[in-house]
């Protein structure tokens, strides 16, 4: 039996066969009013700030002499007045200029369809703060929810879910150009409190630590916001501490005890005294046997390598220095050059490399592997650990003396315990950039909130691991009870 077929035909309205062009424009136009602004009402809960600035000083000149060029949309509301969907910054202007009306288009629209042109006119803006595309995208996003109809309760993500189309964060980002993701993070900044997105919008915090901020309760935002606050009065970004540590190990040889190593880690082109003399000084006073640098010497967001040669080239006269790549670097351009003139002032690259280093007469192994951002962008698939353990076992071959390896990621310890790694010097986490009280880091790159692996001393085994605090910033330019760490590491044969 044939399947029946319903077809659904939309016929075009009588009066709309016999009109003109011509007629269309003047409908659109019968729509387009002057209306008194105290009859405009303000887009409830309007993500977009209107700014007293130099462009709003522009408008207003511009309107006073032209008059608005661009109406404003507007729709009416259910009690006669009108709301503003588009062109605040216009009325505004207007009220200013000293107007009493605001040109205006007159759209009929439901709640839903005003939030979705709301927030696709306000993102043409040239200039958007990321509280503003936070609370755009969750306005929208659940507006675009509510026309799909109600998920069922067992969606985990309701919020980004469409019935008829799967997941809305995936379309809204392909709207807007965002990767779900994206979008995701973004939304969760609506959960900040005021202050701290506010430090978000003035580049104070950067945008990735503000999405895993957001994950804190309101009262721990708000004693994490006190200790920002009460940082200028602490011990912050300049005040250099050395940390010294002792290792002790039957494997450790005789030759070896009382050897003593210097660890520099996430330099960031940071500068401590002109030229870096206080650094330079304290690395001295230490009398090191070797210098260590553990990764991001310099900073992939603002490179400076003068800097960082500058600095090498100081090092390698207090002791021979041995360096190894980090996440910055990966991200670098000029990487390729940075190594090359690094090596032409004597510092030893180890790029997955491992050799001998000898000390009266005896010898201990020495390993440095790159970031593994140098050869996976990122860690979706989990890949990153197994990369790190085949290398590390070629690398260790059946050598049975004791290694040492520097490596830029803590969170890899793991890996480093089953590959039988004796010490590893590590750094990237920024001591958890924010030291609170009996809890430790509060966030760190590649471990989120709370890291396990953050500063000082951890043991698993017989594998050792010291993860230095580091001296600069990146994306966080604050610390707080975290003052920028030297690590001075003492071996004691046993």
Same mark, same amino acid.
């Given at each position: ?51 007293? $600035? +130099?462009?709003?000083?522009?408008? /207003? *000149? !511009?309107?006073?002499?032209?008059? @608005?060029?661009? &109406? ?39 709640? $839903? +369809?005003?939030?979705?042109?709301? /927030? *696709? !006119?306000?993102?043409?803006?040239? @200039?958007?703060? &990321?509280?503003e595309k936070a609370f755009a995208y969750k306005m929208r ?93 602490m011990w912050s970004n300049t005040a250099l501490m050395l ?41 001295s006073e230490c009398e090191p046997n070797i210098i260590v ?202």
């Amino acid at each position: 039996m044939a399947r029946s077929r319903e077809t659904k035909i939309e016929l075009t309205a009588y009066d709309d066969l016999f009109q003109t062009d011509e007629s269309r424009e003047e409908a659109k136009l019968s729509k387009i009013r002057d209306i008194p602004i105290s009859e405009i009402d303000e887009f409830p809960d309007h993500p977009f700030k209107v700014l007293m $600035d +130099e462009d709003m000083e522009q408008l /207003v *000149e !511009s309107i006073k002499r032209n008059g @608005v060029m661009t &109406p404003a949309t507007v729709r009416l509301k259910e009690d006669g007045r009108y709301e503003l969907i588009s062109g605040h910054r216009r009325k505004k202007a207007c009220e200013l200029a000293g107007l009493e009306t605001l040109k205006c288009e007159v759209k009929e629209l439901t709640r $839903d +369809e005003a939030i979705i042109v709301m /927030v *696709e !006119s306000n993102l043409q803006r040239s @200039v958007i703060l &990321p509280s503003e595309k936070a609370f755009a995208y969750k306005m929208r996003l659940e507006a675009m929810k509510r026309q799909a109809g109600r998920p069922p309760k067992e969606n985990a993500s309701p919020l980004a879910t469409n019935l008829s189309k799967g997941r809305s964060d995936k379309e809204l980002g392909e709207l807007v150009g965002e990767s779900k993701d994206q979008i995701r993070r973004y939304i969760r900044l609506t959960e900040l409190v005021p202050e701290i997105l506010q430090m978000v919008d003035e580049r104070q915090i950067a945008f990735r630590p503000a999405v895993e901020i957001s994950y804190l309760t309101e009262e721990q935002q708000y004693t994490l916001l006190e200790a920002m606050e009460y940082n200028d009065a602490m011990w912050s970004n300049t005040a250099l501490m050395l940390s010294t540590v002792t290792v002790s190990s039957n494997r450790i040889p005789a030759a070896f005890n009382g050897f003593r190593i210097a660890q520099i880690s996430d330099l960031h082109n940071a500068v401590f005294g002109e030229d870096n003399a206080e650094l330079l000084q304290i690395l001295s006073e230490c009398e090191p046997n070797i210098i260590v640098i553990t990764g991001d010497l310099v900073d992939a967001e603002h490179t400076d390598i003068d800097v960082a040669l500058d600095f090498a080239k100081e090092a390698v006269q207090i002791a021979d220095t041995y360096y190894v790549t980090g996440n910055h670097e990966a991200s670098l351009s000029q990487y390729d050059e940075l190594k090359a003139e690094l090596e032409n002032t004597g510092v030893v690259v180890l790029e997955d490399k491992a050799m001998q280093l000898e000390y009266n007469g005896d010898d201990i192994t020495l390993i440095g592997l790159s970031d593994p951002s140098f050869t996976l962008k990122g860690d979706m698939f989990g890949e990153v650990p197994a990369m790190v353990d085949t290398k590390l076992r070629g690398l260790i071959g059946d050598k049975d003396n004791y290694t040492i390896l520097l490596s830029h990621r803590p969170e890899l310890f793991e890996a480093y315990v089953n590959c039988g790694v004796d010490l590893v010097l590590s750094g990237h986490a920024h001591g958890g950039q924010f030291r609170l009280p009996f809890i430790g880091g509060l966030v760190a790159p590649n471990q989120g909130l709370f890291p396990k692996y953050d500063a000082g001393l951890y043991t698993k085994g017989d594998t050792n691991m010291i993860v230095c605090r580091g001296l600069g910033n990146s994306i966080i330019p604050i610390r707080f009870n975290n003052r920028p760490e030297i690590v001075l590491l003492e071996l004691i044969a046993e």
